[in-house]
Antibody, heavy 125, light 110 residues
Framework: QLQLQESGPGLVKPSETLSLTCTVS??????????WGWIRQPPGKGLEWIGS???????YYNPSLKSRVTFSVDTSKNQFSLKLSSVTAADTAVYYC?????????????????WGQGTLVTVSS | QSALTQPASVSGSPGQSITISCTGT?????????VSWYQQHPGKAPKLMIY???KRPSGVSNRFSGSKSGNTASLTISGLQAEDEADYYC??????????FGGGTSLTVL
């Protein structure tokens, strides 16, 4: 059974870089059928797609965050990672990683069929 | 890129049916058949309930169904049960290699 687990610091200072890693178990991150996505949820608010990455390294970002976000993938460790720079209090949220089913030929189309439990990241000095 | 529009809350009594709407534009909901719906209980991760507008993943109750008309997608829950009380989010492909979520709807089972 596929499992995803987010890891990283729970507290980040303003203006610094938030870094999270998602470890995938029970399945290969190198599957051609999936992207691997990041979604966040500020406390008491809705879901926001941050972006998704393919095992080859192709990336798709939310335009509103694109200037601050960097994704990477490590197929040898079955992990993918998120870096969000210049964080502010508005970036405080639960961050989820998820498997993103891929529609062939339409970049980033699909749906999120398996999710990690989420990790709360607070931006505060 | 604004969030898809969902009602903030809906409610229904056990056994009744409810429908949650998700309104976008012809650049997202109306332009593609890649709408999905997620159920989220408090403190839990979202769970996929509907994908590709109308398809139901294995293991999801057939009381959940999806549809779309024009720029509005809908999630219908029939035979409402107490366990259905949760937040529900729609999500759509929005063109240009982007994805957008709705603002979420809180379902109360009376």
């Amino acid at each position: 059974q596929l499992q995803l687990q987010e890891s990283g610091p729970g507290l980040v200072k303003p203006s610094e870089t938030l870094s999270l890693t998602c470890t995938v178990s029970g399945g290969s991150i190198s599957s051609s059928s999936y992207y691997w996505g990041w979604i966040r949820q500020p406390p008491g608010k809705g879901l926001e797609w941050i972006g998704s990455i393919y095992y080859s390294g192709s990336t798709y970002y939310n335009p509103s965050l694109k200037s601050r976000v960097t994704f990477s993938v490590d197929t040898s460790k079955n992990q993918f990672s998120l870096k969000l720079s210049s964080v502010t209090a508005a970036d405080t949220a639960v961050y989820y990683c998820a498997r993103h089913f891929r529609v062939p030929g339409i970049a980033a189309a699909g749906y999120f069929d398996s999710w990690g439990q989420g990790t709360l990241v607070t931006v505060s000095s | 890129q604004s969030a898809l529009t969902q009602p903030a809350s809906v409610s229904g009594s056990p056994g009744q049916s409810i429908t949650i709407s998700c309104t976008g534009t012809n650049s997202d909901v109306g332009g593609y058949s890649y709408v999905s719906w997620y159920q989220q209980h408090p403190g839990k991760a979202p769970k996929l309930m509907i994908y590709d507008v109308i398809k139901r993943p294995s293991g999801v109750s057939n009381r959940f169904s999806g549809s779309k008309s024009g720029n509005t997608a809908s999630l219908t829950i029939s035979g409402l049960q107490a366990e259905d009380e949760a937040d529900y989010y729609c999500c759509s492909y929005a063109g240009g290699s982007t994805v957008i979520f709705g603002g979420g709807t809180s379902l109360t089972v009376l």
